[in-house]
């Protein structure tokens, strides 16, 4: 006896409640992201690009919320502070939104692999990758500091990010060097095309 196909109208509202899902059991069991992205893509699949859009526009936004708090935690200190330098450093690992960030940022590359020039179209669009290099750019003293207390403690999101803006970049050259490919390919039938047509005629 086969299963009965899920009533679209269900289908939708399943798929549209569960990002909320997604995300707890990301913060609770971070090493869920793979068959997170795999969850997700069945819903892409399944729901049309209408769908794919919002997933990727929730994923974007919650990277831009979690990095734009670090932007903001890793300003230099002021004398007003309380905080210590020792403080003020570790928090690039240890505040929540450290820990978001990493898991985010690395489901945003797994469905970006998946999705290919689709998912490059959001992610430059959205700007978010501008955003992550200032991070890396105003976390610099931050991360010197530690280094000069001796109290080093990597953030887990550096190499989701490093990684990202590497997978952008490669996949930014490929899609150039396919468009010049393919102009390349278009003069080529097209002058085979006016060579048969002047052998033909002559």
Known sequence: ??????????????????LPGCF?????LPDTVYRLCDLLMTAIKRSGPEYRELILGQVVHQVWEAADVLIKAAEPLTTSDTKTVSEWTRQMATLPQASK?????????LLFEELKLLGARVVENSGILDLLIKLLEVVQ???QAAKEQKDIQTPKWITPVL????FY???????KRREQMNKVQLNLI?????????????
């Open 1 to 18: 006896m086969e299963a009965e196909p899920l009533d679209p109208q269900e289908l939708h509202t399943f798929t549209d409640s569960m």
């Open 24 to 28: 707890h059991l990301l913060d609770e």
């Open 101 to 109: 960030l990493a898991t985010r940022i690395l489901l945003l590359t």
């Open 141 to 143: 003293p931050c991360l």
């Open 163 to 166: 990684l990202i803006i590497d």
């Open 169 to 175: 970049e490669k996949m930014a050259v490929s899609s």
């Open 190 to 202: 097209k002058q085979s095309q006016g060579y048969s047509l002047q052998k033909y005629y002559t």
